[in-house]
């Protein structure tokens, strides 16, 4: 018991480390630099890589691929409609339902985060040594599934 005591505690540290790092506790901008939530990055992204695969998306979709509430979801949905990011419109057989469609600002501005992006992880790759980087890409996806499994009140 105690050494899975120290191993809780280890990882907490890491983790905690690690977003504190990599710049995910700004609010203000991604950890690439982009002027935008990282909230409002990731929608962005995930409805350009839906869109690609000329998939619909709906905003209960959207909260739930980015795990965030509810009311969350509609305050960011409103934010991109805003700023001219997205549409919505009501999903046609379900009245309750809003679909998400990318504008062409939305469009560019993701696919400049998606860049930027992929820009810092390639940094990132970069920065590791080559003998590793196949252990921490499985030891992440580990840890995901790990994540993944537990209940929405174990996850803080």
Do not use: W
Request: glycine letters at 8%; one cysteine or more.
């Amino acid at each position: 018991m105690a050494a899975a005591l120290e191993a809780a505690r280890d990882l907490q540290g890491a983790v905690q480390t690690f977003v504190r790092t990599f710049g995910l506790l700004v609010t203000k901008q991604t950890p690439c630099g982009q002027p935008v939530s990282p909230s409002y990055a990731h929608a962005l992204m995930l409805l350009l890589e839906r869109e690609s695969g000329e998939l619909v998306t709906t905003q209960s979709e959207l909260a739930a691929e980015l795990g965030l509430d509810k009311s969350s979801i509609t305050r960011l949905c409103a934010r991109l409609e805003a700023d001219e990011r997205v549409r919505q419109q009501r999903a046609e057989g379900d009245g309750r339902s809003r679909e998400l469609t990318l504008t062409a600002a939305g469009r560019k501005m993701a696919t400049n985060i998606q860049g930027a992006s992929l820009q810092r992880f390639r940094r990132v790759v970069d920065a590791l040594p080559r003998g590793k980087r196949r252990a921490v890409l499985d030891s992440l996806e580990l840890l995901t599934l790990a994540v993944a499994g537990l209940g929405e009140e174990e996850k803080t």
